[in-house]
């Protein structure tokens, strides 16, 4: 069981999420399904795809530069 601060939390930012962006982000996780099993380096793999979400959702939010 989560901690009721941690639950306000999480359920907070969840409100954040437009489903547009889950279902992107769903999807690139989804196309290194295969890499993975073949992969020397899983962990680099998963960690590439998180930094390249962010890029992403960075450019189309234009967040960052």
């Avoid at 969840?14 to 989804?30: H, V």
């Avoid at 099993?37 to 960075?58: G, H, K, Q, W």
């Amino acid at each position: 069981h989560l901690p009721k601060d941690d639950f306000d939390r999480l359920q907070a930012q969840a409100e954040t999420m437009d489903s547009g962006r889950l279902l992107f982000y769903l999807k690139k996780f989804t196309d290194i399904e295969a890499d993975l099993r073949y992969s020397i380096s899983p962990r680099m793999l998963i960690e590439m795809t998180a930094l390249d979400c962010v890029r992403e959702t960075n450019d189309k939010l234009k967040v960052l530069p």
